[in-house]
Structure formats: structure tokens, C-alpha cells
């Protein structure tokens, strides 16, 4: 397996472009001959991609995530998880949710100051802002553009709430910014541990924060006083399924204060990511995996509904949610996230006036 693993764009998770839903035409490489091509030299290599977006803050309308407001200082993410569900929503931009989901990265270089923008409106009342929800702000650029950071920066001279969702060690760069608004209730971080084993790490998620580089972030950022929680996420039925308990003893440990999780669903083009992957990874094991993934979801790969993809349904479903609770009951009884506290929001004065608010 491992030869054919070499064959192989190294780091990546799609392997392929899969078709855009919504684009009318397609392009290949075609030889007039019709000879084998050597292989694309730009292959693996990563884009970034300024784009202008008019405003930062999205409405988020699902019923099933525990946020209404969200900013995504990157769209496309060099993570390359393969069961990602932002890939689709790449599509959106005209690339594909396969490979250009991790090599085409669009980052908003503008976020900060048009979060400021939103913030200093007089119409704003502060609500929760939930940094990623769609895809990582952690992800590797970031370490050099910094987007993210600015973004914290503005958060906290408003004094404004703000969670963080993500899986990558880099926001222990920032507990500079992120202590500080602790002590003041105006922040919580999410992150996400999907296996404690490294072996499945590396393949299913190539380009995150190694296992124990997680671990590490969990201790880190619970000792500087940060709310944190841990998400077990996604549980793939068949694969990682088994690692409930002991990730959350784990985070528990090290002092997270709250769990959740949610099943896989291969909605769109997900489904053929993750199939390609899943085949060519561990070809002995795919056919049983796709079943039991599809009987957490009323027999299809993907799931909709409302109240109930998140979690799934059926006898799969329902031995992972009681693990899920003897593990929260055994190892983080008595703990819970604390309340934002939206009484230290402040508008910056402008032009010599003072704030009233």
C-alpha cells in the first residue's frame, strides 16, 4: 500500500478534481497524439488567491451548529481532510471540491478591517462571532499572512465575543491576545481531534497538526485560563469510531471543559473524495466502511435533514452517541464552557466623540 501511496500527490488528501456542479464546461490536458502526458508539474503546489468580498460577517442559518454569525478569513483550506464538508463550497467560486479545494486557497485580505467596519456600526448589537464554521482559520498560511491575528485584534479592542473552531497548533501563537480576553469571558476555542492514532492522522488529514501537537494545544490553552472544547469530529463509522472514549479522556486530561461530535456525511462531491481516498488507502476496508456510513443516514452517503445529519440515526448511530455520553459522564462531570460576557463591548471613539455604548 505504501508503494502506491507514492504514486501519489504527496500531502493531499483528493487525489482528484471532481466535476463543478455548477460549471458548464470542463478542461483536460489532451495530447494530439494522444500520448501518455508526463505528470503536472504544478501538482501539489498551493495558490493563494486575493479576493474582495464587500463584507466578513455571514449569517448562519443551520439549525444543527451552535453559531450565528461566522468569518472565514480563507475559502478553499490546505488541510486536505478528505471527508471535509466545506469542499463543496468551493464550488460556488468556479473550482473543483477535489484538488482545488487544498491547492487554490482564497484569502481575504481585507478581513480586519471590514470586521472593524461591521463592529463600529451603529445597528450592531455583539452576538457571538464564531471564527471558521467553513473552513479552517488556522490553516498553514496563516503563519505567515496573519489574518487571522488581525482579526483577534479587533475582537478584542472592541471588546466583542468570539469563538474559535479549529485543528491546528498554530493558535498557541496567540495566547498573547487570547489570555487576556479570557480573563474578560469574550473568547472559547473548539478543537478538533478526529483519532489519537498518527498512522490514520497523516493520511486522512495530511496537512494538520500532528496528534500529539493537538494534545499539546489542548494543555496549553486550558492552563492560560481559554475555554476549550473538544470535538470528536468526524466519527467515521469503521474507522475512528472505536477512539470516543479515549479521545475525550484524553482532552479531558489535559483539561478541556466540554465534548462534542458529529458523523460523517459525504454530501456532493464529498462522496467521491472520500471514496477515491478510502479505496485507495485501504481497499480491504471501504466496501464495510461506505455501508456503515451509509446506514447512519437513512441509507445514502449524504445527509440534509436538519436535526439529524449531525449526529445520524440507526443502531451505528445511537452505540456512538451512548459512548459518547459514558465518556462525557465519566470524564468531564461537574465541567462546563463559560457564558460570554457581552458587557465589555465598546465602539472606539471616532473624531474626538465619546462612545456611549
Not at 14 to 33: K, M, P
Not at 117 to 138: F, Q, V
Request: one cysteine or more.
Amino acid at each position: 500500500m505504501d508503494t502506491e501511496r507514492e504514486k501519489h500527490i504527496k500531502g493531499r488528501g483528493a487525489q482528484v478534481n471532481t466535476h463543478n456542479r455548477f460549471a458548464r464546461h470542463s478542461y483536460e490536458r489532451v495530447h494530439e497524439e494522444a500520448l501518455d502526458l508526463p505528470p503536472d508539474n504544478d501538482a501539489g503546489r498551493t495558490s493563494f488567491i486575493p479576493v474582495h468580498p464587500k463584507t466578513i460577517v455571514n449569517t448562519v442559518r443551520s439549525p444543527d451548529v451552535g453559531m450565528v454569525f461566522s468569518i472565514n478569513p480563507y475559502q478553499g483550506c490546505e488541510h486536505g481532510c478528505v471527508y471535509c464538508y466545506a469542499r463543496n463550497s468551493h464550488e460556488y467560486w468556479g473550482y473543483s471540491a477535489g484538488k482545488d479545494f487544498e491547492e487554490k486557497i482564497l484569502v481575504k485580505e481585507r478581513a480586519s478591517e471590514l470586521l472593524r467596519k461591521k463592529l463600529s456600526s451603529p445597528s450592531w448589537r455583539p452576538r457571538p462571532i464564531a471564527l471558521s464554521g467553513n473552513t479552517d482559520c488556522y490553516q498553514p498560511v496563516e503563519k505567515k499572512l496573519e489574518i487571522t491575528r488581525s482579526l483577534l485584534e479587533v475582537f478584542s479592542e472592541f471588546g466583542h465575543p468570539v469563538g474559535i473552531i479549529t485543528k491546528n497548533a498554530l493558535v498557541q501563537r496567540d495566547l498573547d491576545i487570547l489570555a487576556p480576553m479570557a480573563e474578560r469571558n469574550l473568547v472559547k476555542v473548539v478543537l478538533s481531534v478526529t483519532t489519537l492514532d498518527e498512522n490514520l492522522r497523516r493520511i486522512l488529514e495530511p496537512r494538520t497538526a500532528s496528534v500529539a501537537k493537538r494534545l499539546e494545544t489542548i494543555e496549553k490553552l486550558s492552563k492560560a485560563g481559554i475555554p476549550l472544547q473538544v470535538m470528536v469530529a468526524p466519527i467515521i463509522p469503521g474507522l475512528n469510531s472505536n477512539e470516543v472514549l479515549p479521545v475525550i479522556k484524553e482532552a479531558a486530561a489535559r483539561g478541556a471543559l466540554n465534548a462534542g461530535y458529529t458523523m460523517v456525511r459525504l454530501n456532493g462531491a464529498v462522496a467521491e473524495v472520500f471514496e477515491e481516498w478510502l479505496l485507495r488507502t485501504m481497499p480491504d476496508r471501504a466496501a464495510k466502511i461506505l455501508r456503515y456510513i451509509a446506514e447512519t443516514h437513512g441509507g445514502k452517503l449524504g445527509d440534509s435533514r436538519f436535526k439529524t445529519r449531525m449526529k445520524g440515526e440507526g443502531n451505528f448511530a445511537d452505540a456512538v452517541r451512548q459512548s459518547f455520553q459514558i465518556a462525557r459522564k465519566r470524564y468531564m462531570s461537574g465541567r462546563s464552557m463559560p457564558e460570554y460576557d457581552f458587557s465589555h463591548f465598546r465602539r472606539p471613539p471616532r473624531d474626538g466623540q465619546l462612545s456611549f455604548f
